[in-house]
Every structure is written in C-alpha cells, then in structure tokens.
C-alpha cells in the first residue's frame, strides 16, 4: 500500500485519471478537496500570529529578555573578546565574526550597575537587529517559550527602571516576567 505525504495531498485531484469512465469527480468531489487542501495550508497571517508569542529567552542573572524567533541569532564559542581601552564598562570589548567587528555589550552592567562575570561554559550570542549586530555574554543557552496572550503584562513597574521605556511588552511565565526592550534604541540611548 502506498503511504500518502502531505505532499500528495494538495494535488489529489492531479493523480486522478479522470479520462477513465467512472473516474471523473462530480463538481462537488472536487469543492470537498479543495476545502481539504485549503485547510492544511497556513496562510501568511496566520504563520505570523503564531510566531508572534514564541520567543527566544535570555536568561540573564537578574535579566530575562525576550527575542523574536525570527530574529537572527547566532552563538559563539569562541569568547576571545577584544577589549577595547577607555570606553564605557559596559562594552566589553569586540568579536570577529566571519570579517565583522561586533561589539560585545554586557546588558547585566547596563541594567544592574553589576559587572557579568563570564566562565569557561559562557556563550556569546550575537543578535542582528536591522544589519547592525551586537553580542551578549550568556551562562545558559537560550530556550524557545511559547507565551499564552492572556498572560501578557501591561505594569512594567517591577522591571528595572533602565529598561522600562524600552520594553516594547513583557510576558509573565513560571513567576518571573520577561520583557522584550528595543536593544537599539535602548543602546543608542546609553552612547548618547
């Protein structure tokens, strides 16, 4: 017996002989397989409102901050981290990323005023927002979390003060909240 794909599906009608007598499919065969295909498809809006409550999660020590899936991301092994002299605490220095000078940017200094301690076992993850990449120390790798919209946050009171004009939303999950800020202009607001 021959095992049907999904594949095979959207083209039913296509495999059928319908030069043959007996095999010709009235009008309303026809409208039921295309109800039946149109139902396995997953139109664009739909494709983007499920992408929309799955995030990739930063776990920071006292900082979880969300990332959109759709977001490229990218970790890196490799932590020599090219310090830079005379500039803030909070660049920790530059990556070569394939020719690329990233800059390393430590959130947790930003936030907390607490210098983030990398160990042997630290990645860097390297975000790409808009063609204008910045990496972050990590001490655990992200996770992908699924958020429902009822447990979105509108009080970002309990967040630090630092962040809170930048959170875009925040979402609350296993009692503690996770917030996704605008890196850019909150970066951009601590060069100014």
Not at 111 to 123: D, F
Not at 126 to 137: C, H, K, M, S, T
Not at 140 to 169: A, G, H
Request: net charge negative; aromatic share 8%; proline share 4%.
């Amino acid at each position: 017996m021959e095992k049907i794909s999904n594949s095979s599906l959207s083209s039913v009608s296509d495999t059928l002989d319908i030069s043959k007598p007996g095999t010709r499919l009235s009008e309303e065969n026809e409208n039921l397989i295309r109800k039946l295909e149109s139902s396995y498809q997953v139109s664009n809006k739909q494709e983007s409102d499920i992408s929309a409550t799955r995030f990739y999660a930063l776990a920071l020590d006292n900082l979880k901050l969300l990332i959109d899936v759709q977001t490229s991301c990218e970790l890196l092994d490799d932590n020599v981290i090219y310090t830079i002299p005379q500039v803030s605490e909070w660049l920790r220095g530059v990556v070569n990323v394939r020719g690329n000078v990233v800059p390393i940017i430590d959130l947790e200094n930003i936030v907390t005023g607490k210098k983030q301690t990398p160990n042997k076992k630290s990645k860097i993850i390297i975000i790409n927002l808009e063609n204008a990449p910045f990496g972050v120390f990590l001490n655990q790798l992200p996770k992908i979390i699924t958020f429902d919209s009822n447990t979105e946050l509108s009080d970002f009171s309990k967040l630090p003060l630092s962040i809170q004009p930048f959170v875009r939303f925040a979402y609350l999950h296993d009692k503690e909240i996770w917030a996704a800020i605008d890196f850019q202009k909150f970066i951009q607001s601590k060069t100014s």
